[in-house]
């Protein structure tokens, strides 16, 4: 048999305060009475834990403060700057046309006539326009019979049809004005009569706002201006308007008649 004090040695390494046999051991000296009271147990009671007071007292809150923030400027954008090494293609300006028409030189008295034909031609003794402009040198004192300069043929722009050659507008006016030009080192006249349009822009200079009134062209000298024929026959109007220009004006070229 195990000693006590073995006994209790290995009890107390089992951390076993007491042990007592669930039956009674044969031989084994009797239990002290004082070990078989059991022990009552204790009870547990749950406490709440107190919030701790802080001893210092609650600082006031503190005002916020907001800083102004920066305003920040965007830069402006710069102009984009074209090297002048890079060649900058642009589309070419559109080409105008070259001006058409067709002009008949003629002299009367001490006038030279710049007339437009209507139909491109030279005229016929019986046209319309032709007996219109008879008219007209009658109502201005000169001879009703005009008679042809040169050769006869009339002044057409454009001179060629395709070609590099310059057939713009400037290039007509020099035409037509070095061909009068050259008539008039021939034959002097008193007044440089401009009928029509074309005879206005490229002898004269001038638009349609200056008919009925007279010029003074530079290289040419005086001049007349009135409306194409063709224009006065379908507005009737413009006659009587060039009726009364022509009396004021016709004892500047009756005088050297």
């Known amino acids: 048999m195990i000693a006590e004090a073995r006994r209790r040695a290995f009890l107390d390494a089992m951390q076993v305060d007491s042990w007592l046999p669930r039956v009674e051991l044969p031989f084994a000296a009797p239990s002290r009475p004082y070990l078989l009271q059991a022990e009552p147990e204790p009870e547990l009671t749950l406490s709440t834990p107190e919030p701790e007071v802080d001893p210092q007292p609650a600082s006031p809150p503190q005002k916020r403060v907001e800083m102004p923030r920066p305003r920040v400027s965007l830069p402006e954008p710069k102009p984009a700057v074209v090297d002048d090494a890079i060649p900058v293609t642009s589309e070419p300006a559109p080409v105008a046309p070259p001006p058409r028409f067709a002009l008949q030189l003629l002299r009367a008295g001490s006038c030279l006539l710049l007339v437009e034909l209507p139909t491109g031609e030279p005229f016929a003794s019986r046209d319309p326009a032709y007996l219109l402009l008879k008219d007209l040198l009658r109502a201005a004192g000169l001879p009703d019979s005009p008679t042809q300069v040169g050769d006869g043929e009339p002044i057409r722009w454009p001179l060629l049809h395709g070609g590099n050659l310059d057939q713009g507008a400037q290039a007509a006016r ?73 009396r004021r004006s016709k004892a500047r070229w009756n005088e050297q008649t």
């Not at 201006?225 to 063709?230: C, D, I, K, S, V």
């Open 174 to 246: 020099d035409y037509v004005q070095g061909v009068v030009a050259v008539e008039l080192e021939e034959a002097r006249c008193a007044c440089l009569w401009l009928v029509g349009l074309p005879a206005l822009r490229f002898a004269g200079e001038v638009e349609a706002d200056a008919c009925n009134r007279e010029l003074n062209v530079e290289g040419i000298g005086a001049a007349f201006a009135m409306p194409g024929l063709e224009q006065m026959m379908e507005e009737p109007e413009r006659k009587a308007e060039l009726w009364k220009a022509l």
